[in-house]
């Protein structure tokens, strides 16, 4: 049974963060915003802002360190994080919608490598995708996929 959501809350967009402590409210589960500086949220339900330092990976590290298997899970879209939880049996999801499990963490992680090999070569340029309502709502179907699976 989840009983407490940690979000990877630097790169997480606020519609997602609104709607987590708003969901996590009605099935009274904690909510922990992890980041190195305070995070916005517009909800007025609680939640818990932790902020690390300002080191590399502190946040990751922070959740790393408290996250507990079968009862927790992460939102990160960091793929090296997602990884590691993965590897230690953390429930983790993407604010995309994705589930991370072993095998498709893998496949992302050898995407991510091949894009950066691509971007060093200078045969690619970088570009930052929007966060529309279709990604929005696939997140939204997974958190509540995720939960119900995990009751």
């Given at each position: ?7 990877d ?85 993407n ?48 958190l ?8």
């Amino acid at each position: 049974m989840i009983t407490n959501i940690w979000i990877d809350a630097d790169s997480c967009p606020l519609k997602v963060r609104n709607h987590v402590v708003d969901y996590s409210a009605k099935k009274g589960i904690k909510v922990f915003f992890v980041a190195n500086k305070k995070i916005e949220c517009q909800s007025k339900n609680p939640f818990n802002m932790i902020i690390t330092d300002t080191q590399k990976d502190s946040a990751d590290n922070y959740i790393f360190e408290h996250v507990k298997s079968g009862s927790d899970l992460v939102i990160t879209k960091d793929i090296v994080f997602a990884d590691r939880l993965v590897q230690n049996g953390i429930i983790t999801i993407n604010d995309r919608g994705t589930e991370f499990t072993k095998e498709i963490i893998k496949e992302r992680l050898s995407e991510r490598d091949f894009n950066l090999q691509l971007a060093q070569m200078g045969l690619s340029k970088s570009y930052h995708e929007g966060y529309d309502q279709k990604k929005f709502e696939k997140f939204c179907n997974c958190l509540d996929r995720v939960i119900i699976k995990n009751m």
